[in-house]
């Protein structure tokens, strides 16, 4: 089915956008690995789990619009401090939002309403899930400081958390 390609190439930009945010978590989580902070690397490695996921559903949907995705992820610096790492991720989601909500825009200025909702179960994930769960995690730096933040941090969630 041919999409409209101004929308087929909003959701090529979408998905580069994706796959970089996956990279960028990808990581960060291994850094959090590396430093012994397991409860980070578990959640930044489910975060990157979905990002992929996420992609995986704009390319089906560009390849049923009879769209050429393209697969190279916007460019990206990696934090290197815990605090820089949760702040870029959360620049990320922010700039993910502003970007989902002009593609669901321009999804139903052209009638295609599957693309608009896909987008949306996107946007719902990256306002309720990922985003907020960054803002606490900033806020609890803030709260508590960071010796006492990095400590909670060491221990592994314990699964459905």
Not at 66 to 74: L, R, W
Not at 95 to 118: M, N, P, T
Request: proline letters at 3%.
């Amino acid at each position: 089915m041919k999409g409209h390609p101004e929308v087929v190439d909003y959701l090529k930009q979408l998905l580069r956008g994706e796959l970089s945010a996956r990279d960028q978590y990808f990581i960060h989580s291994r850094r959090y690995e590396d430093m012994g902070l397991k409860s980070l690397y578990e959640r930044l490695n489910h975060e990157m789990q979905e990002e992929t996921e996420h992609a995986d559903a704009l390319l089906r949907r560009i390849l049923f619009l009879e769209g050429d995705p393209d697969m190279t992820p916007d460019p990206f610096v990696a934090g290197q401090t815990v605090e820089e790492m949760l702040q870029r991720d959360l620049e990320v989601e922010y700039a993910v939002r502003k970007h989902l909500a002009d593609g669901i825009a321009l999804c139903e200025r052209h009638g295609d309403f599957v693309s608009r909702a896909i987008l949306q179960v996107q946007l719902k994930d990256t306002e309720e899930d990922h985003a907020h769960w960054l803002e606490q995690q900033l806020s609890l730096i803030r709260l508590l400081g960071l010796p006492n933040y990095l400590t909670a941090q060491l221990r592994a969630e314990k699964s459905g958390e």
